[in-house]
């Protein structure tokens, strides 16, 4: 068990669908993230949020679009993804961002296994 | 950003001591060194994390080097529930948190 919880925990969709994957914690923690994991690879960081607000997009297509409702919800809304979109989409979350450098280690979801067809 | 070089896999008796390896030859004063571990199907979970001294909980250890150009964590006792893809991270500005291809170990009987 985590204390970051991700649902649902599968999800399939065309290509033409939209949908969202939601993220809760109850840390209280004001900093949070969404990550892409492929088979075999690295988790790669797609957004940071601090205090509710956007500080990075790590260049993510547009299809992809985040929002953090208040600071214990992050959401990632799909719309026309592609079949190479597929992957393990992970949540995380932490304490705040002190000076730019994080100090305090990152929470981790176990993840939404998202498969486009 | 510093980026981490590691073993791609490993293996290590049941029972031993696990001691992996990390290069982070490019890292700056103020940037932490993080470890996690990734269980198939599960999200990383948190091991340990250190800035310029050794540091020990309940998981494992983490020795930095004086330079702080490398760094190794010790599971002292590697069970079966071990083998898992271990990831040295180091936190870039930002609060990026990057993570590398990371080693593979396996604990065998």
Redesign the interface.
Same mark, same amino acid.
Do not use: C, D, M
């Given at each position: 068990d985590?204390e970051?919880t991700q649902t649902p925990k599968h999800l399939v969709m065309g290509m033409t669908n939209k949908k969202s994957l939601k993220c809760e914690q109850h840390m209280g923690h004001r900093?949070m993230?969404w990550y892409k994991q492929k088979a075999k690879k =690295? =988790?790669?960081?797609m957004f940071?949020y601090?205090y509710e607000k956007l %500080?990075?997009n790590e260049s993510v297509p547009s299809r992809f679009s985040p929002e953090c409702p208040n600071s214990s919800l992050l959401n990632l809304h799909l719309h026309a993804l592609q079949p190479e979109d597929s992957a393990l989409y992970?949540c995380?979350s %932490?304490q705040e961002?002190l000076d730019?450098? #994080? #100090?305090s280690? !990152?929470?981790?979801?176990?993840?939404t296994r998202l498969t486009v067809t | 950003d510093a980026k981490t070089t590691q073993p791609t896999s490993m293996d290590c008796a049941e029972g031993r001591a696990a001691n992996l390896p990390c290069n982070h030859s490019t890292i700056s004063g103020?940037? &932490?060194v &993080?470890w &996690?571990r990734q269980i198939h %199907? *599960?999200? =990383? *979970?948190?091991i340990i994390?250190g800035l310029k001294n050794n540091e020990t909980n309940e998981m494992a250890s983490l020795i930095i080097t004086e330079d702080r150009k490398s760094s190794t964590l010790i599971l002292p006792h590697a069970t079966l529930r071990d083998t898992a893809v271990y990831?040295c991270i180091v %936190?870039a *500005?930002?609060?990026? !948190?990057?993570?590398? *291809?990371?080693t593979e170990l396996s604990v065998k009987p």
């Open positions: 985590t970051v900093a993230y =690295p =988790p790669e960081l940071v601090s %500080s990075i992970l995380a %932490s961002i730019g450098q #994080r #100090r280690p !990152l929470h981790f979801g176990n993840g | 103020n940037e &932490y &993080y &996690y %199907s *599960q999200g =990383p *979970q948190y994390h990831y %936190s *500005q930002g609060g990026k !948190l990057i993570f590398g *291809q990371g």
